[in-house]
Each structure stands twice: as structure tokens, then as C-alpha cells.
């Protein structure tokens, strides 16, 4: 499944990372396996210590002073005793006790309500919601008339609007993401999708007391558009004169605007970044705690919670223990001078603890928290979800449990009690920062009392947090031998299901002469995979896209509305599975009937991008930005490209979309590729109400037995996990090298090989049809034409 190539919250966090190294950071980065040392800054001592944080490959920030998150001010302005609060200041000039004292009276600054608790409301129900009132339009919102008089007000956006007085604001933001950052979340914390009526995964929007917009990514254009209601401007990210969306706010609204922002769904990077760009024209953040606005307005028509039980990941599948991996991440907090962690990311927590559960649809994981000590262990999660069995494997582990509620004073009693805390800063929540900030402001200033000798010893080992990625990503990214295993037969059967798919699909349309919706066609799928072993679930909802729908890149189908698949067209299907043992994700583009020279030569021209990358042999620890040329460059050629990005990790029986590695243009992710991470090769083309094409395989990234090793250095290549015919109909060969016509002949036999054993009858008369080989016609290729032309 494509994923942008610069989604609207990543950008945010790279802005503030980059802008934080370049005001306030006093650390050198390191790519080498030399130790680097960063300056601790937020103790009130004269003298800092020193946190040895060593790694082979990695790029540390320092760690930061104490700083209320994403405040400008509080949403009030005035401090418990009437006195105005003056936010965004700065401590890098104060020495310790001065920062100490300013932190103290910073803390008095009126929430809109107090951290009291996060409470979850989930459910595994989907949600489908339109704009109220507005209509569904299928123009290009450019073309769309603003006059309000084209379609009838939006009552959710008057209903909000009238909240503004209530709480001060002058706008209101609403991300996609739920309080862990996920991507994909359970149906109760859809709150973008509700306001606006756009469903995609992707997306923020922007509310003030006259417009109302929406930024998101080009996989998201064309639905953003058929979606939104006439009151909406879509905000087209990363095309030309769009700005991102903290400068539109500073720049659409009046000076000295408020602008509110639930704390529990912007990560801390991404509300400095946007505080930062707020103040540059006296705008003022104002963190919402409990009052959530959009909560309001749903009411008891919000979803229910999630309340599905966990379940235990086999270690036969899991390859590592939880004592082992407990173990490896208190290693790296010692080296790193940290005495506990959170982990905020919903796959983080099932993979460290190996479990998994079914609060958000198409994942395996569950709302909770995990707190890790150097000698103890807390998972924060709604009790009733914990089985006997589940009690059982958590105990072994010695690991506690808590209600998920609990979270915040835990946090808050980690600081009184002198912890070193390392956070994630793009992930960890506004929220739970400013708890544990909050709580080390109550630290210092309780040491006031006490006797100087006393004061020193209590402030050299008092609270400190570490801002920095989290240890769990990388391990989680690179896959032991048992997981990579699994990935091998779930893709394997999986690739059965599909061949045994296309026959029947094939059949009905080409056979039969019938027109089936892209809804039946979705379904039937999911009527194959169910029948192999170890399936649970579809790993994302099925992009089952006929003709001009092929070129919404995550399109939805929906009974009533969607297309027909038949043999006029192309047909673009992108599925994935979740299996006991694996995740799957696959994209195949067809035509059951005749298909133009244009759609054979764009098909061929992104095959082509696809060869290019599998093919790819590359030096350890190489950013996936630098591979993703490769996908694009027979593409660009002839003036084409596409709007994602061509490679997203993918998790080992979770997440279909997992970090850090990816292959995109985004350079901003400079995660190197290593061996047992694996990665989607994605590219395609889409051609705006005409046709969409996508060829997708997962790949594990392997070390190459190269001739050479220059440097030292150990150098990679791609092992192939998808093993699912690519259509020859579809194909230009005059346009193809002769190694490109042998790469197709070589991965289809290899697809031959490895599932005819799995089907049987007339799927397997199928698969030996669609893996034959292939052969120019007579006469030179277009590109052998141009090779000697060049000469």
C-alpha cells in the first residue's frame, strides 16, 4: 500500500528537529560507531553532566531543558494569582537556579483544565461520515465555487464554531492521529473523518470562525475531493503555493490569534514547531486537556471503546522472549544515562511484550502504554482486556499492569522520584510531556527548603529527560530469523489465495462476460484468504480500484457509489492480509480486455521503475531517498511521476506500515537500510479520471555477496517476499532491455516454483498461463534504438 512521500505530521517533526538543532543544541552528531556526548541542560547545576550515548550509526539530540510543550500561554492568558502569562521564553541564558525559578512560575499557568487522565474511547467498528449538510461534490475543489449559497451550511462546522467563544479560540485544529500517533485508529477517535467527511488515513484540519480547510498528501487529492463539502478548501500539501499549514494559521488569521489543539494528539515536536511558527505573529497555543471540542459534538453518537481481549504472540512466531527483549532496552537506557522510558507507539508495545489485540481495524494492537525501569516493567491498559493467560505471560516477564488511566500520575511520581527519562519527542504526546516537565518544575522548586549540602546532592540526582528516537523502532524493524520465517509462509499462502482470486475473477469477467462491482470483488478476496490457515484479518482496507477510481490512489470502495470491474478498463487492486505468522501487502494492475498503447506504456515504464529497485545493490546504513530515483527514472523520461513515496517498512505479524526505514523523495528520513528491515517497491502512475497503476511486492533487505567490499563497507540487496504473477498483456516489451524481459522470465519462474504446489485445478492451469515466459518480437527494442543512437 502506497505511503506518502511527505505526510503533513512528518514534516512538521522534521521542521522542528532540523530548526531545534539549528537555535538551541549544543551536541555534535555522530554517524560513526565513536560515542558521542551530549550536554545535559535541564539540572539546575552549574556544573552538567555528561550521558554517554553510544551506538554504531546514530544521530543524537541533546537533552532538553525543561519547557512546557506547544504553550504560548495558557488558554485563560493569566496565571492562578490574576498575573498574565508570557509564553514561548527561552532558559539557554539562565543559569540553573534562575531556570529553575522561571520554570516554577511558568507552571502556574492555567490549563483549560487539569491532566487528570487519558481516557480511551475506542471501538473496531468502522465509521462513515460526511459532512452535515454540506453534499458530496466530485469536481476539483479548485473548480468549486466558495459562495456559500452553492450548498446549504455545514451545521457541524457552525456547531464547533460556536465553542469557540465558550473556550476563547479564535481556530481549532484536528488532526488524523489518535493519543499514540497511530496512523490508523479505531473508529472513536476518527474526529477529523467526523468533522469533515474526508475518510482518508492522512490529514489535518484547520477551523476558524469563517473557513475551513484540509491538508493532505497527493495519495489523497482526488478523494479529498470527492469527499468534501463546499464550505472545505482543499490545501493540497507539497504542490506549489500551498503553505504548510502552521504558516497558513499565522498568516490567515488575525494577530494575536488563540488557536486550540488537544495536548494528547500532537506529538511534542510537532506542537513546538507549530508554537514556534504561531508566535511570529503573536498567535497563542491553547491546549485543550479535557475538552476536547469535536468530542463535544459527537456525543453519545461517538462509537463505542474497543474492548476485545489481548492475545499472546506465540514466541514460535515472536523468535525472541520478553525477558530478552526487556533486557536489550535496559542495556541501551544504561548506555544511554536514562533510568526509564515510555513507549507511546501501539506496535512498540505489542512487539516488546509480544502481544497483540484488535482495538484498531486491520492492526494488531491495543490502546496502552508501556513504562520501562532499569529494574521494573508496567504495561498501562484497560484491565478487563487482560486474560488469565495474558496475566500469566505478563507475569513471567515481570511485568506489571495498571489501569490505562494511570499513566499521567505515573509519570508525574517518575520526576519527583529523580528520573532520567528518555521520551521520543516526534511521538511521545504534548500531554505526557508537559506532565513529566510539570513534575520536575515541582522538583527543583521543592529544593528551596532544604539545607545547601542536602540541596546539591538532591539536584545532582534529580529529574532529567532525554529526548531522542526510540531504541524500540530499529530492533523492531530488524527481523530475527523466526519472524522473517513467518513473513515467508504468510506470503506464500497468501500468494495462493491471490492466485486462486484472479482465476475466479478472471473467469467471471473474461469467461462469463460479467461486470462485478469493485465491493463483490473486495469481498471475494477476503472469502479466499479467510480460507488459508493462520489468516485474522486484512492488514488494510482493500484498494479495489476499476478505471478513473485506479487513479485515487487509496481509494475506498463503497456499495452504492462504487465502480464496476469489467474488460473495458484497468483494474488496480492493492490488499494485504494479516496472518499468525505474517503481514502481507500486494498490488497487482490488469486489464481483462484490450489495453491502449498508453496504458501499456505507462504500465511498462513503471514495471520498469519496479525492476530498477529490486535490482538495486547498495552500501550498508544507505538512506531509502537514495534508492527512490531508481523507481522514478523511466518515469521521468517522459515527464511522468506519482505522489508517494515507493517503500514502507512493514511490520512481522503487525503494523502494515512501520518506520523509520522507507524509500521515498522525502529526504528528510535519513534511516539507513540494513539487513532483516523489510520494505515495499511500490512505484506507479495515475492519470487523473482516467487510470491508476501500482505493481507492489515487500522485499527483505539482504547482505550482497559482492566481488568487492571498498571500504570495508558490507553492501545490500532485495530478497523478494511477494510471489504473484505481474500481468504480460500489459506490457511494451519494445520498450523493455533485454535484462528487464530476463527479470520478468526469472520471477516468474521463481513464482511457479514456489506456489504451484499450493493450488491445484484450473488455479494452477492459471498460474502456469501467467508465468510463461516471454519473448520479444522480432526486431530491435526502443531502448536498444536509443542506446546506439547515443553512441
Known sequence: MARASGLIAVQAQTIARIRFFESCCSVTLSCTSAPFVGRITNTPQSAHKKFQLRGP???????????????????????????????????????????CLRLASLSNDVKCSSVKRIVIRGSSRLVKANASGGGIVAEPSSKRKKSKKDGVNDVKLAQLRQLFEQNGLDAYIIPSEDAHQSEFIAACFMRRAYISGFTGSAGSVVITKDRAALWTDGRYFLQAENQLGPEWTLMRAGTAGVPPMSEWCRDSLPEGSRIGIDPYLFSSDASEELKRTLAEKNHSLCLLYDNNLVDQLWGAERPSPPTSPLRIHDIKYAGVDVATKLTDLRKELAAAGATAIIVTMLDEVAWLLNLRGSDVPCS??????????LDSATLFVDESKVTGDVAKHLSEASVNVKSYESLVPEIRSLALRGAKLWLDASKVSVAINNAFSDACVQYYSNLSNIASSERQDREANGPASLHRMSPISRAKALKNDTELKGMKNAHLRDAAALTEFWTWLEHRIVEEKQSLSEVEVADKLYEFRAKQSGFLDVSFETISGSGPNGAIVHYRAEAGTCGQVDDRQLFLLDSGAQYVDGTTDITRTVHFGIPTSREKECFTRVLQGHIAVDQAVFPEHTPGFVLDVLARKSLWKIGLDYRHGTGHGVGAALNVHEGPQSMSARFGN?????????????????????FGIRIENLVIIREANTENRFGGVIFLKFEKLSYVPIQTKLLELS????????????YHAQV???????VEGEARNWLHRNTRPIQRPPGPSKSQELATASV
Open 735 to 746: 520498450l523493455m532491455s533485454d535484462a528487464e524481459i530476463t527479470w520478468m522470465n526469472e
Open 670 to 690: 535519513m534511516t539507513g537500510l540494513q539487513s532483516g528491515m523489510i520494505i515495499s517497491n511500490e512505484p506507479g502512475y495515475y492519470e487523473d479520471r482516467a
Open 752 to 758: 511457479w516454483e514456489k506456489v504451484s504446489p499450493l
Open 364 to 373: 494488531p494492537v491495543a490502546y496502552a502504554y508501556v513504562l520501562v525501569e
Open 57 to 99: 550509526q546514530r544521530a543524537v539530540m541533546e537533552i532538553r531543558p525543561f519547557q512546557r510543550s506547544g504553550e504560548g500561554e495558557s488558554c485563560s492568558g493569566h496565571s492562578r494569582d490574576g498575573q498574565r502569562v508570557a509564553g514561548g521564553q527561552s532558559f539557554g541564558n539562565l543559569s540553573g537556579k534562575e531556570r
